[in-house]
């Protein structure tokens, strides 16, 4: 079974950059579906990057586009979320999750069964 951990949150200034991890075991991921998720306080739960099992595909909420990236090294069981000039209203506790999808995309949170436990990041001055 996949399991997955994200890291590499934390406390940053508008404008400052993170780079979140989110690394699998149990399973090979190249066979995976991916994507980011983010969940702020009174809000639900909603998409911010997808990419598909070669990493040859990518969407991006509205929201942040030109500003996140999302890419993946399957050698390393690994998938990254860059975030550069990041905003308050970023502050979230994001998600990885993937689901088993060969090439294909997926964005519907609800068909996603595997999940990180969330890691918080926190945009502030």
């Known amino acids: 079974q996949l399991q997955l951990v994200e890291s590499g949150g934390g406390l940053v200034q508008p404008g400052g950059s993170l780079r979140l991890s989110c690394v699998g075991s149990g399973s090979y991921l190249e066979n995976y579906a991916m994507g980011w998720f983010r969940q702020a306080p009174g809000k639900e739960r909603e998409g911010v990057a997808w990419i598909n099992s070669s990493g040859g595909r990518t969407l991006y909420v509205d929201s942040v586009k030109g500003r996140f990236t999302i890419s993946r090294d399957n050698a390393k069981s690994t998938a990254y979320l860059q975030m550069n000039n990041l905003k308050p209203e970023d502050t979230a506790i994001y998600y990885c999750?993937?689901?088993?999808?060969?090439?294909?995309?997926?964005?519907?949170?609800?068909?996603?069964?595997?999940w990180g436990p969330g890691i918080q990041v926190t945009v502030s001055s």
């Open positions: 999750a993937a689901v088993w999808r060969y090439l294909e995309m997926v964005t519907d949170l609800h068909t996603y069964d595997s």
